[in-house]
């Protein structure tokens, strides 16, 4: 009989005398996860890009941070030896970047993830590896809300992208050479280093914007629906995946809050959150989008996360009001906003 899911508070115990690699390692998810686990008996390796600089992480993990091009294949050959879980989030996360530039974008969110699977096949390594996928692979919903049944029509080429590293991972999963899954996220907020892609990471700008007393601009009407998720809850999907691998290798999940909310009302919700805390009401102004959208802006999105929690016990515990307010908070704790940088 296989074990039930553990618990939410149980799930950093999965990685105890572990050794973890993270792709991306000075990102947005690698700097979260890594705060989450860094007091864990367990070995880190941060993998970054050259001159990136890695957020300083104390605490009880041994943390071993490594610059490399995850389009090489020899890296992955170095760094894999050894390995337990892979949690793989290095990516090229622009649509409109990949639009343009398709044979780059496959390089980078493609190529390193057959280059991972392909050297645990050549070695004989078996790593749990973690995808970080995003819910926009479906394409455009057909119905609301949506779960693992929904059929996949990527409309941009990151979207592609995504869906064929994806289906590496569940391929190479089947073959029994790995056990992973890709967790879909639907739009992730909180605090965290900075985007490098202007297109993402829109509400923590808007938090950004708010406190330093800027107005708040809605490009058209903002009707249309969001899933917003905090970070921590992403992480701990993340780590609930790994603690129940067994109930959940080879399959993908959407992974959200559950709550629809339209652009306009989050980005209200951000404005109506700063003047509490600081007395300062910034306004919304509503100007024409810089280009024309792209189909997949215009969807409507709300994520059904009941398959993930019926295998693994993990759900969204943070409300939008309050995970706005914790990146407030952690803004403000750091110069008012003026240092600190989120995604």
């Not at 007091?39 to 001159?51: F, M, T, V, W």
């Not at 809050?257 to 700063?274: C, F, K, W, Y």
Request: aromatic share 6%.
């Amino acid at each position: 009989m296989k074990s039930l899911p553990l618990k939410c508070m149980d799930v950093k115990k999965c990685l105890e005398q572990r050794k973890v690699l993270i792709t991306g390692g000075a990102g947005y998810l690698a700097t979260n996860l890594v705060n989450s686990i860094r007091c864990e008996d367990c070995r880190i390796i941060r993998l970054g890009r050259p001159g990136r600089e890695f957020p300083l992480a104390k605490g009880a993990a041994r943390i071993d941070d490594v610059t490399g091009d995850i389009r090489d294949m020899s890296l992955w050959e170095r760094l894999l030896d050894g390995v337990d879980v892979v949690f793989h989030f290095a990516a090229q996360t622009s649509v409109r970047v990949a639009n343009e530039n398709p044979p780059a974008d496959m390089t980078v969110n493609v190529l390193p993830m057959l280059y991972l699977l392909d050297s645990c096949r050549r070695k004989g390594w078996q790593p749990i590896v973690l995808f970080a996928g995003t819910a926009t692979e479906a394409g455009m919903p057909l119905a609301l809300p949506v779960n693992e049944s929904h059929t996949d029509d990527p409309t941009t080429v990151y979207d592609l992208h995504k869906l064929m590293a994806e289906n590496y991972l569940k391929f190479y999963a089947h073959q029994q050479i790995v056990r992973g899954t890709t967790l879909r996220l639907a739009n992730v907020y909180g605090p965290g280093p900075k985007s490098s892609s202007g297109d993402r990471g829109v509400l923590n700008q808007m938090v950004r914007k708010a406190l330093a007393g800027e107005p708040l601009t809605l490009h058209g009407h903002g009707q249309y629906l969001r899933d917003y998720i905090y970070v921590d809850d992403v992480i701990q999907a993340f780590l609930a995946a790994v603690a129940n691998i067994d109930r959940i290798n080879g399959r993908h999940f959407v992974i959200g809050n559950g709550q629809g909310h339209t652009i306009a009302q989050a980005v209200e919700l951000v404005a109506e959150r700063v003047a509490r805390r600081t007395g300062r009401v910034v306004p919304v102004k509503q100007l024409d989008p810089p280009e024309p959208l792209l189909p997949i802006d215009t969807r409507d999105f709300i994520a059904d996360t009941s398959h993930f929690s019926q295998a693994t016990g993990w759900k969204a515990c943070t409300s939008l009001a309050e995970g706005i307010d914790r990146t407030i908070d952690a803004l403000q704790a750091n110069n008012s906003g003026k240092t600190e940088d989120i995604h």
